[in-house]
């Protein structure tokens, strides 16, 4: 059975960090780009960052550019994204997918295979 497992969410005050851990079960993570999404409530899903099968290839979105950096353990089957400077604005559930043709793109159209999400919350 082919699934993703988010962790590492929850509680941070404005400018900590969080790393999250996007874990694979029934297939290698490797022959995949991953994809990190995030969903505030009322908001549409909007990509964060993206990761390549190459570990060279990686985008960000021009909000978390600088502060989040995303990267891959093909050893363990996971890919992580660290994210530092937290804002407010960060606070959402993150979602990582999985795309088998390497698209590298912030569109979660891309993606075929999905996480159940992780919680972040970013307050005083």
């Known amino acids: 059975q082919v699934q993703l497992v988010e962790s590492g969410g929850g509680l941070v005050q404005p400018g900590g960090s969080l790393r999250l851990s996007c874990t694979a079960s029934?297939?290698?993570?490797?022959?995949?780009?991953i994809g990190w999404f995030r969903q505030a409530p009322g908001k549409e899903r909007e990509g964060v960052s993206c990761?390549?099968?190459?570990?060279?290839?990686?985008v960000y979105a021009f909000s978390v550019k600088g502060r989040f950096t995303i990267s891959r353990d093909n050893a363990k089957n996971t890919v992580y994204l660290q994210m530092n400077n937290l804002e407010p604005e960060d606070s959402a559930v993150y979602y990582c997918?999985?795309?088998?043709?390497?698209?590298?793109?912030?569109?979660?159209?891309?993606?075929?295979?999905w996480g159940q999400g992780t919680e972040v919350t970013v307050s005083a």
């Open positions: 997918g999985a795309d088998y043709n390497n698209y590298l793109l912030l569109s979660a159209a891309a993606y075929e295979h």
């Open positions: 029934g297939f290698t993570l490797e022959n995949y780009a």
């Open positions: 990761i390549g099968k190459s570990n060279d290839n990686t």
